[in-house]
């Protein structure tokens, strides 16, 4: 397994990425999976994508593909102010890379959190993602729109909004928190395989979003429940198995 270091362009914004590839035979292909990271908890130096580089080499290593782990904007060393739109920009950007500098043959996608929930709008808008295997995704951000203005300024203390002129307009940056939805966006998914995975005690996002999101791709979804699990699953162990073992059944 080779790990690197890498930058993903997104729009001009340099985006801090950790790229790690199975040891393949010259000019083999490997399939690739972009990692997608949740919204951080809360302020810290090591803020949240910057902990999935040891996932990223994990499934390297033990799947055989290529994995993408990558900074949204705002967040560890990545340039940029957090933006709804702009975090979906991100995504895209990134599977442009994994597939152009990363040499994958395909791009999946996995997310975390609020990571799931924007994975599930990037494959429904690019018919480049091969598949997407959200975890304890939200199927809207409502509790984001309900209050944005609040939620700008938790978005400020966490440090992912930089700049203080940052948005030059909040009507338009408020807008998107409730005109992005993961809802609207699942049912073009399918026939490309769809994981929905939740933790029966997620008291963050509750478990009712997954059966909503399932119900919205008419049930063309591989839905899986891990009983006692909350919405840390990229610490369970069941959950990285579950994951491990769907990306094993993927195929051009």
């Not at 949240?48 to 996932?55: A, H, S, V």
């Not at 494959?123 to 295997?133: I, K, S």
Request: charged share 25%; proline share 6%; with cysteine.
């Amino acid at each position: 397994m080779v790990a690197v270091e890498t930058v993903v362009d997104s729009g001009g914004l340099k985006l801090s990425a950790h790229l790690a590839r199975p040891d393949l035979p010259p000019g083999a292909s490997p399939n690739g999976l972009v990692l997608c990271h949740n919204f951080p908890s809360g302020p810290r130096h090591d803020a949240e994508g910057d902990t999935y580089p040891e996932l990223a080499a994990r499934l390297a290593r033990d799947t055989g593909w290529a994995v993408l782990s990558f900074n949204f904007r705002g967040t560890g060393e990545s340039e940029g102010d957090f933006s709804l739109s702009g975090w979906l920009e991100d995504l895209h950007a990134a599977t442009g890379h994994l597939l152009d500098a990363g040499g994958a043959a395909g791009a999946w996608l996995a997310g975390f959190g609020r990571g799931g929930s924007l994975a599930i709008c990037a494959a429904g808008e690019d018919d480049r993602v091969g598949g997407v295997a959200a975890m304890g995704a939200a199927a809207d951000f409502e509790d984001w729109a309900s209050d944005p203005g609040g939620f700008l300024a938790h978005a400020r203390r966490l440090g992912v909004v930089r700049d203080r002129e940052f948005p030059e307009d909040f009507e338009a940056w408020s807008r998107e928190l409730r005109e992005i939805r993961p809802l609207a966006l699942v049912g073009k998914i399918p026939p490309r395989p769809l994981l929905l995975l939740h933790g029966s005690d997620d008291d963050v996002v509750p478990l009712m979003d997954a059966r909503t999101l399932a119900d919205a791709a008419d049930g063309q979804v591989e839905l899986r429940v891990i009983s006692g699990a909350g919405h840390g699953l990229r610490h369970d162990p069941r959950a990285v198995a579950v994951l491990m073992g769907w990306l094993e059944r993927q195929v051009l």
